[in-house]
Every structure is written in C-alpha cells, then in structure tokens.
C-alpha cells in the first residue's frame, strides 16, 4: 500500500491522539489580540475552517498563499490550513524591504496575502485579490464553519508543492524554493527522529517560522503533540523567562541567538532555566567552540548542531553528542560538537574536485519556482550543489568557506550581488564589491568596499541602501577604495578583497 504523505497528517494525528491537549501557547503580546491557549482539536478546526475559507474564496489546489508574520499562532495555523487541503503556502521574512515583498508576492503570484498587523502598510504596495490583516481580519479568514473540499482523492498528492519560501542567494533576486510535502514529511520525521522529538516536548520558537517552516518543528512537534509556545520578539532574557515558565524542552537558532541568551545569563537570578532538561539546535553559522563549551557547562542544556539549506528542507546533517566522547576533556568535547555533522538517515554526501559539498536526498528541493535555469544548475549531475565548501571526514562535515556568493548575518542569508544593486544605483557610486567580514556578534558582517565617482559619505550610502532592502541586509561597514581587485577579465576578486580581514583565521565563514 501506498498513500500520500502530505503535512496534514501531523496535525491529523495530533487532533486524533491528543485532542484536548494544548497545541499552542501563543505570544500574549500580539499586536491584534492573542489567541491564548489553543488545543490540537482547536488547532483542527481553525486550519478546517482556513481551508473552507480558501474554497469559498476559489483558491484552486496549488493556488499560492503568501503570508508575512512574526511567530504567531494564526502562522503556524497557516502552514496547514494552506498546504493541509492542497495550496502552496508562501511565509515571507518579516523583516524585508516594501520593494523586495511587492517582488515576492508578484513573482510567486500569490492570490491571497495575510500580514501581520505591524506589517499592515505592505498591503497598499502589492497587488493581490485578497489581503487580510491577521487578527484584525479573523472573522473572515477563520469564518467558515464547513468541512473544506477535499484534495484529489481524498488524500492528496505528495509530490505537490507544499510551501516555496524565498531565499536570497547567488542571484540579484530571491529564488522561490518549492519544497514538496515528500520534501517536508521525510524531513520532520527524521529531524524529529534524530532530535528525540516526543510528546513531552515543549519548543520555544525562537527560530522564525518563515525560514524554512521553522526548519520543519511546525510539522514535527505537532506530529508528536508536542507543545508549541510562541516568541515574537527574540531577546536573551525573555527566552530564559519563556523556558522557565513553560518548562520548555526544545528549541531552534541560529549561533547569534544563542549569544543573546549567555549574555542574559549574566544578569539572571537563581536557578538556571532548563538545566539538564532543554536541547538547543543550533545552525545557519558555525558556532565558536566557546559558545558551545558554554552553553554546556553555564546553561546545562543539550547543544546539537545541525547543517543544511532551505533547499533541503533544510536537515542534511546533525552533529549530536555521542557515547564514545563521554570521557574527554569539556573542551575537545566542544570541537568535536563544533563540526556540522554525520549525514541524516537518507542522505548522501560527497565532496567535488572544488571542494563543494554536494547531496543526494528526499529533502532536496523540487525546484525554483519559475526558475528552470537555477534548478538545472543548482541539480546539475543529479546532486544538489550546497555552495558551501568543506571536508567530510569520518562521517563528519565541517563547513569551511563559501563557494556561493552569500553573507550570512545573524543567521539570515544576504546575497552580495543584491546589495551591490542597491549601492550601485547610487549616482556617487563608480564600483562596488561586498563580502562578509567575521564579527562577534552576527557572525558575518555586511560590508562594502567601494570606489566614489563623487562625493559621499557612508551615512548617506546606508540610507541609500535602506530604502530599498531589509534593514539587516543594509552595509554595516564602508570602505572606499581607489581600486578593487580584478581578474583579467574584470571579475571582482572576492577571494582577494576578503583576505585583510580574515586573515590568520582557519575558516573563512563565521
Ligand atoms: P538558509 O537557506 O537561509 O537556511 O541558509 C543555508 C546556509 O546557511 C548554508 O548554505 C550554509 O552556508 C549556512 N549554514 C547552515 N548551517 C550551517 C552550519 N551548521 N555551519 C555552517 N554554515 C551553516
């Protein structure tokens, strides 16, 4: 037998096992008013009633629904009452540019949009046949009290498109990644397999449920009936106050995230919050030893690390503590937990002649929406090509640089080129190169080096910048330079242009 494996049968047995649990405890400071407590049968009946919704509004099965929120109960509703009953969820990162959201939801031609009330100016930009605010909108999203339409023979098709979240990368504009309910089902199962995801579990998202559907936990804990609790706003001592009061188990960041809260614990009196109970995931950079060490000996939680791309749903590694290192030293013991990982079950691994790491998986992208020449690209020899270069030893992977021309910030992706547009277009501006310089805070910084044709100064270059891209992709840092380093061909040397600042480093991503 074979039937489909779509993301509604997380939640389908969620509501059938433990129906009167609570599903979700949603961030009491909503900007529309909280949703509180909600139970897996609640959970239920709202993606129910979304997905009548969606019917009585003639969204047709694959039809796109873009949605731009901060964590929020009414989001992690979305990602099934969307893709539950056959359309294609967009989440868009909340904090993105006016420009760069009008982009996304023009280019993935969403018909439906739903924003977070904070984010309610967006809707005067785009163009789209329904735009609700969430919360304020509540009565007509969540108004239908019949059974949605069900989706080809009763169950679905897993090989559809679930949801496509933009990511920036190698190109001037976001790529859509169409991520497939295969793509997503194989994917929480084995990360929650492999992260001892169970029905005690408590998850704290901290990590934004629009990258990369929270790396899966939106499907993953709810499988489970796990507990969701809901963040807003990431902040280091909100999260040690949020794990002591909900008792949570589990949770998702990226490594500057995990700094925010060893600086709060600083500050914080008594005992600490999760001791020996509390996993942290951790991804999107590689972590300092030291942060790894301390989050072991100063926290007491569990620290995992994983590895992967939005392209692959994202899990292609995990780094988890094992029995054999039960007996070294605190600090080898950190290196060791400091390389990405071994291969998750059901995916190959291999490193090319340049070294580029490549992979073979379930979770691998279906592809670019509307985008075949970076799909042909990205699978080209029937492997997925990662951009990020490294060594796999011993069935480890450590992340050494970055084939790909992308800065990671903070755990978010900033494509260079993007942000050589937006200077670029700035008349004072004769060249342009940006790279990423290490930083203790973000990881990477957002740096440009730039040669003037007029006048200008870095403050006014920023402002430039900000009118047209998300805050965190805006320069940090500017330099000028009489030249730039070029090849005979006139390519920009990045290689080159990096070197000063990471010079006497072993790695050359942070
Ligand atoms: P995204 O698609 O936004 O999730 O970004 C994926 C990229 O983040 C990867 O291609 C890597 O460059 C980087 N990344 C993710 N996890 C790690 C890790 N554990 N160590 C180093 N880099 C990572």
């Known amino acids: 037998m074979q039937i489909p494996l779509t993301v509604r049968d997380f939640l389908d047995r969620a509501a059938t096992v433990y129906p009167d649990r609570i599903a979700v405890v949603d961030e009491p400071a909503q900007p529309a008013a909280s949703w509180g407590e909600v139970t897996y049968a ?36 979305s990602f099934y009452g969307v893709s539950g009953w056959g359309r294609v969820l967009v989440p868009i990162n909340f904090r993105l540019a006016t420009a760069e959201v009008e982009y996304i939801v023009r280019h993935s031609g969403a018909e439906v949009l739903l924003l977070d009330p904070a984010l309610a100016h967006i809707a005067d930009a785009t163009d789209v046949k329904h735009t609700f605010i969430l919360g304020e909108d509540d009565d007509q999203i969540w108004r239908s009290d019949a059974e949605p339409r069900e989706w080809p023979g009763d169950e679905g098709d897993e090989n559809d498109t679930a949801t496509i979240n933009y990511t920036s990368g190698t190109t001037a504009r976001p790529k859509g990644v169409e991520l497939t309910h295969r793509n997503l089902w194989i994917n929480a199962t084995t990360f929650g397999w492999q992260a001892g995801v169970n029905d005690r579990d408590v998850y704290l998202h901290t990590l934004p449920m629009f990258h990369c559907n929270g790396w899966g936990m939106v499907y993953g804990v709810t499988g489970m009936g796990g507990r969701h609790v809901v963040l807003r706003q990431v902040d280091g001592a909100e999260i040690l106050r949020r794990v002591a009061e909900h008792g949570v188990t589990l949770l998702c960041c990226a490594p500057a995230v995990v700094s925010m809260v060893l600086d709060a614990l600083r500050d914080w009196e008594g005992e600490v919050p999760g001791r020996d109970r509390v996993r942290v995931i951790v991804a999107g950079a590689p972590p300092p030893t030291r942060t790894i060490q301390r989050v072991r000996e100063e926290l007491g939680w569990e620290f995992i690390q994983i590895y992967g791309l939005t392209e692959t749903a994202p899990l292609l590694t995990m780094n988890r503590f094992r029995a054999e290192w039960e007996g070294l030293p605190a600090e080898e013991q950190a290196r060791l937990l400091g390389r990405a990982g071994a291969p998750a079950l059901g995916v190959r691994l291999k490193v090319d002649d340049e070294g580029e790491i490549l992979a073979r998986s379930n979770v691998v992208l279906k592809s670019y929406w509307q985008n075949s020449e970076a799909t042909a690209e990205a699978l080209e020899g029937g492997w997925f090509h990662t951009g990020d270069g490294g ?58 080096l730039v040669v003037k044709a007029a006048e200008v100064t870095p403050e006014e270059l920023i402002a430039h910048c900000r009118t047209r891209l998300a805050g965190y992709k805006c320069p940090k840092r500017i330099e000028f330079r009489d030249v730039l380093a070029r090849t005979a061909t006139g390519k920009l040397q990045k290689f080159k242009l990096r070197e000063e600042f990471w010079a006497g480093r072993d790695r050359q991503v942070n």
């Open 42 to 77: 609640g959970l239920d009946r709202l993606a129910r009633s979304q997905a009548a919704t969606l019917d009585e509004l003639g969204v047709p099965v694959g039809g796109r629904v873009a949605i731009m929120s901060q964590n929020a109960a009414r989001l992690l509703t």
């Open 391 to 448: 060594a796999y030893q011993d069935g480890y992977v450590t992340i050494a640089d970055r084939k790909k021309d992308v800065i990671i910030s903070g755990g978010e992706n900033v494509s260079s080129i993007e942000v050589e547009d937006a200077l670029a277009s700035h008349p004072a501006v004769r060249e342009v190169a940006v790279i990423g310089i290490p930083d203790e805070k973000w990881g990477e910084l957002v740096t440009a």
